[in-house]
């Protein structure tokens, strides 16, 4: 089980984007995601005509470490460290560290 999951409403700790919140598109790897809006670069694109794609400067969403994230703890307002709990029956879920509420309901 992963401490950062697709869809997770995190917020940047570290960086130039410092700060920001936004949604996990991606898992890349065990260490790194994509944030929605976040780390943005430009890319210079190639025009294609088979494939539609038409030519010039596109914004990309470029991966950040997960050390880099934490997951947006709502009661606290910021951002907040996870682990894991197992439940009387059984179920193993991820619980914010500073009050211990549960993250996925």
């Known amino acids: 089980m992963r401490k950062i999951k697709v869809g997770d409403d995190v917020m940047v700790i570290a960086g130039k984007d410092k700060g920001k919140r936004g949604t996990v598109l991606r898992v890349i790897d065990a260490e790194r995601v994509v944030v929605e809006n976040v780390n943005v670069a430009k890319k210079h694109q190639k025009p294609n005509p088979n494939r539609g794609i038409s030519g010039g400067l596109m914004d990309k969403e470029m991966p950040l470490h997960v050390s880099n994230v934490g997951i947006f ?7 907040d460290r996870v682990g894991f709990k197992v439940l009387g029956d059984g179920r193993k879920v991820r619980v914010f560290k500073s009050d211990g509420e549960v993250v996925d309901v």
């Open 73 to 79: 703890n709502p009661t606290k307002g910021a951002a």
